[in-house]
């Protein structure tokens, strides 16, 4: 039997966002709500499950977290709030953004030739402030 699975995001007390996957997002949510969820939800307690997508089968929903998870906390924001014509535009490096900026205002900047990676692991702690445009993710 092939189980479905679901990708989350939750937004913690401390501002935070939580990105993670499970086959029962119901029993999920209770674990994260009643401090039995991850390590991350432990210390920061969510608020609010702010965004959800189901796949037919759990590895699909557990390659989506890892993507999304990776992803800087605007682009976070802009699937959070349906603004999916925003995300091409997020996807790109910050350093290409300042290049492009600097280019157009007719000064000479170099950007960095390093190639995109994705993050793997547990879900990230991101606050926004520390990790915003410090690499090139999808």
């Known amino acids: 039997m092939i189980m479905k699975g679901y990708m ?7 501002g935070s966002y939580y990105t993670g996957s499970t086959n029962d997002l119901e029993r999920r949510m209770a674990e994260h709500f ?3 969820g991850a390590n991350h939800t432990k210390k920061h ?6 965004y959800y997508e189901e796949f037919q089968r759990i590895d699909e929903a557990f390659y989506r977290e890892k993507q999304v998870q990776g992803w800087s906390r605007k682009k976070k924001e ?6 999916y014509e925003k995300l091409p535009e997020l996807s790109k490096c910050y350093s290409q953004k300042e290049a492009d900026a600097g280019a157009s205002a007719g000064s000479v900047t170099v950007a960095s030739t390093g190639s995109a990676t994705e993050e793997t692991g547990s879900a990230t702690e991101e606050t926004g402030s520390a990790t915003e445009g410090a690499g090139c993710h999808q």
């Open 8 to 14: 989350y995001i939750l937004l913690c007390n401390d």
């Open 34 to 36: 009643s401090g039995q």
């Open 45 to 50: 307690p969510p608020v609010k499950l702010l």
């Open 78 to 83: 802009a699937l959070i709030n349906g603004q």
